[in-house]
């Protein structure tokens, strides 16, 4: 599969739709735990541990929905196979997934590099799942890491697209924190749009795996 036929695969729009409607509803959790939050400890304890374990969660729920098409693939072995093969898969996923974001919110240095973030989450999952899948097919040849072209270019399209959906966050963000008179939202709808923004950079990589078994 070409990157646009990835993209705009049923599968790949389902995905994101299904991510968009996730984030609403965190969304409401946001301001019901706001709401309810009555000191600085509990708001710390949302904003490094409970929103970071949500958006890992969202990420990876995210790339099981366009599986096996994130890997520019028709056909594989189902999602379901690869995580009964082993009852600490899904955990160990979303261990490894968590601990990227909660590491990145906790260090100042990769605090700067924010709009890696989400790349990086869909290429660590994509890279423990098709580990998977290669497992499963009985492929013991193959490269978890791109070539240089390929990195450079994620790069490039990490950088262009963050840009642009911290652009539309501070406008949306904004309104949504005067409407509800808090702060915070900017935060949640730059996390929303940056998925959306940056999927190509997921699939980009994807596809460059999805080769290696093709």
Known sequence: MTLSQILFHQQTIFAIFSYCISVIIALFVFTFVLDKSNNNFTRFIWDKIGLP????????????????INFGIGSAPSINELLSI?????????????????????????KKWEELIIPLQGIIASMIIFRWLCQGLGIENYSLFPDAKTISFILII?????WLAKYLAEHFGDYLDKLYHREGFQILIFKAVVLIMQSPVIFIFGSYLGKQIV
């Open 53 to 68: 374990l949500i958006m890992a969660i969202l990420m990876i729920g995210f790339i099981l929905l366009v599986y096996p």
């Open 86 to 110: 082993n009852d600490k898969r899904s955990s160990f996923l979303i261990n490894m997934i968590f601990l990227l974001t909660f590491v990145f919110s906790l260090i100042p240095v990769l």
């Open 158 to 162: 990490s950088l262009i697209t963050h």
